[in-house]
């Protein structure tokens, strides 16, 4: 939790996209169909757009912010909400000055713009309220409980993304996949989003993986599919706490993207019972220095085979091969 050394403005403040419109060459705006975003998951995802030329996404904003931002003139004034957009990957900065629906109401609307060139991937949106505290101009007195995610390549408006698996020969691949042509699969973090690289050498896999066999084959399937997203549940992991940007106090920061959502989703059963900052925390200590970190890997391991649903796989399979060899017997 951060401490601000004036006072901040208490309740909730709400953030909402009410439309898109995309931008192509010239003046030609399209509207998307509201299946572009999801006010439950707080996504927009522009790949679903039917025309490719777009340039620039035009997103209709909606804030709400407590009454009390108004009202306390004797502690703050000069209120105004504005929201941000930033994406990590481009160092891009987009914002926008919301406007006041009705005089000394809560509601704030407007427009950001947002120029596809300017993006790569996923950027967060965010609402601050800002106003004059103690004669000092700038100074945020609260901010969007929920951000939204703007993402310039999804289809489809979930805030958790689908897993990539690529299928290539390792024996006669790229040269780094080459050391690797007896690995079934190697997880790769190294993207914009974590791939798992199928061998097509490898005999077998791709039809067990992709098939629909016999019952005896399907629980097969289903086991090693468990045990492909157990190595990536720990791949991920690793490659996340081991990239994190750090405040000059020491205080490590959650990272925007995918790793940032990876932690959060994790660390409450790697480090259980604790608020994911401090959990967070405590986990960078532990790997930067001198002990601690052997002790959690039990913990990332338990976290990995839970998300991957490991012990159910493994026990339908039992089960399965049981009930299968009963039936043979009779």
Not at 26 to 46: P, T
Not at 224 to 242: R, S
Not at 252 to 279: K, Q, S, T
Request: glycine residues 8%; aromatic residues 6%.
């Amino acid at each position: 939790m951060r401490a601000y050394p004036y006072k901040r403005l208490a309740g909730a403040v709400s953030l909402r996209v009410t439309a898109v419109r995309l931008k192509g060459p010239g003046d030609n705006r399209e509207q998307l169909d509201i299946k572009s975003f999801s006010v439950v998951e707080r996504v927009v995802a522009l790949g679903q757009a039917e025309r490719d030329d777009w340039e620039s996404a035009r997103l209709t904003l909606s804030a709400t912010v407590p009454i009390k931002a108004t009202e306390f003139g004797d502690v703050w004034s000069d209120v105004s909400v504005v929201a941000v957009l930033t994406e990590k990957a481009t160092n891009a900065r987009v914002s926008v000055r919301l406007e006041q629906r009705t005089p000394g109401g809560r509601d704030w609307s407007g427009n950001l713009e947002l120029w596809r060139a300017d993006h790569l991937d996923r950027a967060t949106l965010t609402v601050h309220v800002v106003a004059t505290v103690d004669g000092v101009p700038g100074r945020a007195i609260a901010t969007s409980d929920e951000d939204w995610i703007v993402d310039v390549i999804a289809e489809a408006p979930l805030r958790r993304r689908e897993l990539d698996v690529v299928e290539v020969g390792f024996r006669e691949g790229p040269d780094w996949l080459r050391p690797f042509r007896e690995m079934p699969w190697i997880v790769d973090t190294s993207g914009e989003l974590p791939a798992v690289h199928l061998n097509t050498d490898f005999e077998g896999i791709t039809e067990l993986v992709g098939g629909n066999g016999s019952s005896v084959e399907g629980l097969v399937r289903d086991l090693l599919l468990a045990q492909m997203c157990t190595d990536v549940w720990t791949a991920v992991f690793h490659t996340a706490i081991g990239d994190l940007e750090i405040e000059e106090d020491g205080t490590p920061l959650f990272p925007e993207d995918w790793r940032g959502e990876v932690l959060r989703e994790m660390l409450p059963d790697v480090v259980p019972g604790r608020p994911v900052e401090e959990a967070l925390r405590d986990v960078h200590l532990r790997r930067t220095g001198a002990s601690g970190w052997i002790d959690l890997q039990p913990r990332i391991h338990f976290a990995a085979t839970r998300r991957a649903e490991m012990p159910k796989a493994l026990a339908d399979t039992v089960r399965g091969l049981d009930r299968f060899h009963r039936e043979n017997d009779a």
